[in-house]
């Protein structure tokens, strides 16, 4: 492992808490790849103090940071600018600072999804019919929307709070359904994408209950989840024919902006970092 510099560039991941995420495993694989003198850190922060944090981390020498649970939509009234596409979404993931100390905001979980099919089921077709998506927060959101610009007809929404899926849609527009959640399994009908963006499913929460035998065979299935990498609910869709991806190269991609707009080269996902980032360590 290769030391530091006091020149060293510096990038960090804000959450509360934040020791579960594998963001300081992943850039700090990428540093160490490409030679950089620079450090990527995970920054526990209470709520009440992420506008003084924010305010702090420019002076201090760091270029950005990304943000994680609880902070991304309260973030996005702390930055000085932010992107249409995290404008509409109402939340951001990832900033980059300014050498005047300006913060910029952006959400990139949604081309990170996007890009994680591309490379991942390079053939599919989102277009090709109604996409579905199981939850309505973040990470929802930002899907729907890369969905919705990526030319998706028909963008249902099942939810178990129906109160966020019907405010998610109305942001959306025209191309948003909204299911019950007990209609979850009708709104499988017909569709060419499948997406669980709830818990459900992850290490230590409940499993994601669904019968996929609604949904026709050529759709494409994919999970948010990536602990474990294989869910139930790709178990469950790979044995009835359905392709699946996995949740994990939807965080590795939507870091790349962000590292290559602090650290000044654009990685690459590759197999190598896929086993690195989920290994142990």
């Not at 060293?8 to 490409?34: C, D, F, M, Q, T």
């Not at 359905?242 to 080269?265: E, K, Y």
Request: charged content about 20%.
């Amino acid at each position: 492992m290769k030391g530091i510099s006091g020149n060293a560039k510096l990038a960090g991941v804000i959450g509360w808490p934040v020791g579960h995420s594998r963001s300081p495993r992943l850039h700090n694989y990428w540093l160490e790849r490409h030679g950089i003198d620079g450090a990527y850190v995970p920054l526990a922060v209470r709520s009440e103090d992420l506008a003084d944090v924010l305010k702090a981390l420019p002076r201090m020498g760091f270029r950005g940071v990304n943000l994680t649970l609880p902070h991304k939509e309260a973030a996005l009234s702390l930055v000085d600018r932010v992107d249409p596409m995290a404008s509409r979404i109402g939340a951001v993931n990832t900033l980059i600072f300014t050498d005047s100390g300006k913060a910029i905001g952006s959400c990139t979980d949604g081309l990170g999804f996007l890009e994680n099919l591309r490379q991942e089921a390079p053939d599919v077709d989102v277009t090709a019919g109604p996409c579905l998506l199981l939850g309505a927060g973040g990470a929802a959101a930002g899907i729907a929307f890369a969905l919705d610009e990526a030319g998706a007809a028909e963008i249902r929404i099942a939810n178990r709070t129906p109160e966020k899926a019907q405010a998610l849609a109305e942001r959306l527009g025209p191309k948003a359904r909204v299911f019950a959640w007990e209609e979850r399994e009708a709104a499988l009908e017909g569709a060419a994408l499948l997406v669980n963006t709830t818990s459900l499913g992850m290490t230590g929460q409940p499993i994601l209950n669904i019968d996929l035998h609604r949904l026709p065979t050529q759709a494409l299935v994919t999970d948010a989840v990536y602990a474990p990498l294989e869910t139930a609910l790709l178990k469950q869709a790979k044995q009835r024919g359905n392709l699946v991806v996995d949740g994990l190269g939807m965080l590795l991609h939507q870091a790349r902006p962000g590292f290559a707009a602090w650290f000044g080269i654009a990685p690459d996902v590759t197999p190598e970092l896929r086993a690195y980032v989920l290994a142990d360590g």
